[in-house]
Structure formats: structure tokens, C-alpha cells
């Protein structure tokens, strides 16, 4: 499915469900995280098949911090390793790679890391491969804000674009607090599907749900 021509998608993703498909399995968490990591690439191609413009994806948020130490210890280092590893491939492939979030809190590797990748991907135009790590939404508007701005200048103080479609895998139906301002129009998509099951085939299936949405934005649909 070809999604589109002029108007290139922003397409978000909660990639929730790791933890729930390693237990399912007998697995520990950590198992999850790895096959997620899979299923990062393989979603990444296919947004590029579909040429997709930008993909967002919630890697780990604010809240996330309140794991047991080794899961995070884990996550972080499974992050370092994804943006050591994918950048040369991404960068071979046209996609520039941007994190957003907190760059404080995070271990200094990954810090390190995240600013290669950033610096080695600036020129791609062919992916706008976003990954929100120590993401809270709030706290993004909340930098962003100031007296007497317009919603246009906090727009592009948070960097960003609408989103234009909004999957979550793994069941709940809940933002967690992910690009909230973004969303604001955006389609929402949930799907039982876990993470790490969550294939080019399970995203073509979203995709072709959204190209059947009418959507209005607040007017009457024509
Ligand atoms: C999403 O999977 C990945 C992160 C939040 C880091 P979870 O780890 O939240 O998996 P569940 O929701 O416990 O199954
Ligand atoms: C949302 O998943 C954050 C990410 C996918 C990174 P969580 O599993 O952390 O969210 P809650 O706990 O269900 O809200
Ligand atoms: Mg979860």
C-alpha cells in the first residue's frame, strides 16, 4: 500500500508490549526488549516502502525511570547498541535519525551515541527517523512554553509536526503522555498485537485502516 503522494505521513508509534510477550513466553522481560529491537527494523523499512516521512517512536518514556535498575540498565544499553549498530545502514538508506527528550539523565554512552547518530544521519531526507527517549510530553510543552506564544511558535519549538496517525500495540488505549500536542489531530490506532509481534504486515494493515478514516478536523466531512 502507498500511502499518499503529496503529503508525506507522520506516523507515531507506542511501542508497548515487551515485557507482557517475554512472560507470556516464560521469558525474562529483557527477551522482549531484544525481539522489540527487530521489530524497530523491520518497521523502520517498511515506513521507507511506504514512504512515510517521518516516524515517531516511544522508545522510553519519563516514567519509565521507575523500573527495576537491571531493566533499565537494559534498555539503555539495548538503545546505545540499536544507534551504534543501525546509523551506518540508516544513513546508507537516507534517514536522518533525531532523539527527543531528556539527554541528562541518560547513561553517558548512549548520550554519545545519540549525538553520532544524530550528526552522521543530518542530511537524510528520505526517512525523518524520530526516537523519544526520557520522553514526557508535558515536560516537552513545558520547555516549549513561555508567555504570549502563539501555537505555531510552539510548534516549532517542540521541533515537530502533527502527527497524523497514532498506533499503540500491546492493548491499552492510552497516550502515557506521548506527543500530546502533536496529537491533537491526530487518528488513533490500538492493537492487541505485542511489540514484538508487530511485523510489516500488522503496520500495513494499520496503514490501510487509516487511508479508509474520513477525517474532518472539526468541519463537516465532505
Ligand atoms: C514497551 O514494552 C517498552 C518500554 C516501555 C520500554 P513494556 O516493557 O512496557 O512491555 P509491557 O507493557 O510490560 O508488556
Ligand atoms: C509507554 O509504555 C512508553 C513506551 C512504550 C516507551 P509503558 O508501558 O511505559 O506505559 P504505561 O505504563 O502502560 O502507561
Ligand atoms: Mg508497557
Not at 1 to 22: E, F, K
Not at 96 to 114: E, F, K, M, T, W
Amino acid at each position: 500500500m502507498q500511502t499518499n503522494s503529496d503529503h508525506r505521513l507522520h506516523v507515531a508509534i507506542i511501542m508497548d508490549g515487551n515485557g507482557r510477550w517475554a512472560e507470556s513466553r516464560g521469558m525474562p522481560r529483557a527477551a522482549g526488549h531484544q525481539v522489540g529491537a527487530d521489530s524497530v527494523r523491520a518497521i523502520v523499512s517498511a515506513a521507507i516502502e511506504h514512504n512515510i516521512g517521518a516516524l515517531t517512536l516511544y522508545a522510553f518514556s519519563t516514567y519509565n525511570w521507575q523500573r527495576p535498575s537491571p531493566e533499565v540498565a537494559g534498555l539503555m544499553s539495548l538503545l546505545r547498541h540499536f544507534l551504534l549498530v543501525e546509523a551506518p545502514e540508516l544513513q546508507r538508506n537516507g534517514v536522518r535519525i533525531s532523539v527527543l527528550g531528556r539527554r541528562d539523565r541518560v547513561p553517558l554512552g548512549l548520550a554519545r551515541a545519540i549525538t553520532a547518530a544524530e550528526r552522521a544521519t543530518v542530511a537524510g531526507t528520505r526517512l525523518h527517523l524520530r526516537i523519544a527517549i526520557d520522553y514526557s510530553a508535558r515536560d516537552a510543552i513545558l520547555a516549549a512554553a513561555s508567555d504570549g506564544l502563539t501555537a505555531e511558535a510552539i510548534a516549532e519549538r517542540l521541533g515537530t509536526e502533527d502527527v497524523d496517525f497514532l498506533i499503540r500495540t500491546g492493548g491499552d488505549q492510552r497516550l502515557s503522555d506521548f506527543l500530546l500536542w502533536e496529537c491533537a489531530q491526530a487518528e488513533l490506532y490500538f492493537t492487541p498485537v505485542q511489540w514484538p509481534d508487530f511485523g510489516p504486515t500488522e503496520f500495513d494493515t494499520a496503514l490501510a485502516d487509516f487511508a479508509h478514516r474520513t477525517r474532518s478536523f472539526g468541519a463537516i466531512p465532505a
